[in-house]
């Protein structure tokens, strides 16, 4: 099955230092990617999706100027947090899709194992 | 404004047990319905995909139903495993868009 990854898995930093998060679809190209934050028992929040190779779509209330994404290639996309502060502390997943227009009905989205974020 | 409810929001059940998680969803024009199994301090896996069509799909011991008049859908975990234990979250696409809804998810935990 497809598989996404996150790197790195775990981050602690101190509040002001910028946090950059790497997302890969690693067999496969994705046309779309989402970034979620999740906070503790909480469902996922989207914060953002991007396409590759243009400017990312956020969600109301996210930040643009503080959460910095760029989709470069079909395989990579990077959730920049600048300026960490604590509150910005949660576990951030990303998911990778393939769209076919032909068959939107059944387009999937495979999610990273997350990257734990701590701002101290 | 679409929507996504699950019930109930936890779970404790002992090992071996059955259990059947729900989902009610208000979400227009309707695409499909995941279901997804969340471990502590992981990312998602999809369990069960369906669209308008399908009714009943399984996936090892878990079989998930849906009523798209109801608007509902039940996950069903047959002879429950320690491994078991995890959020599950139900998902519902909207025809026309690829940003799905999310439901909170059910945390379920399985004693031995």
């Known amino acids: 099955g497809a598989v996404v990854s996150q790197h790195p898995s775990r981050v602690i930093c101190k509040s002001g230092t910028s946090v950059k998060i790497e997302c890969r679809s690693l067999d496969f190209q994705a046309t779309t990617m989402f970034w979620y934050r999740q906070f503790p028992k909480q469902s996922l929040m989207l914060m953002a999706t991007?396409?590759?190779?243009?400017?990312?779509?956020?969600e109301q209330g996210v930040e643009k100027d503080k959460f910095l994404i760029n989709h470069a290639s079909l395989t990579l996309s990077t959730l920049t947090v600048t300026s960490a502060h604590p509150e910005d502390s949660s576990f951030y997943i990303c998911?990778?899709?393939?769209?076919?227009?032909?068959?939107?009905?059944?387009?999937?989205?495979?999610f990273g194992p997350g990257t734990r974020l701590t701002v101290l | 404004k679409n929507q996504v409810e699950q019930s109930p929001q936890s779970l404790i059940i002992l090992e071996g047990k059955n259990c059947t998680l729900q989902c009610n969803y208000t979400v227009s024009p309707f695409s499909n319905l995941r279901w997804y199994k969340q471990d502590t301090g992981r990312g998602p896996v999809s369990l069960t995909i369906?669209?308008?069509?399908?009714n009943t799909k399984s996936n090892g011991r878990y079989t998930a139903t849906l009523d798209a008049d109801t608007k509902q859908s039940s996950l069903h975990i047959t002879a429950s495993q320690l491994s078991d234990s995890a959020s599950y979250i139900c998902?519902?696409?909207?025809?026309?868009?690829?940003?799905?809804?999310f439901g909170r998810g059910t945390s379920l935990i399985v004693h031995p």
């Open positions: 991007s396409n590759e190779g243009s400017k990312a779509t956020y």
């Open positions: 998911s990778a899709s393939v769209l076919i227009l032909a068959e939107i009905s059944t387009d999937t989205q495979y």
């Open positions: 369906m669209t308008f069509s399908e």
């Open positions: 998902v519902v696409a909207s025809g026309g868009s690829y940003i799905p809804t």
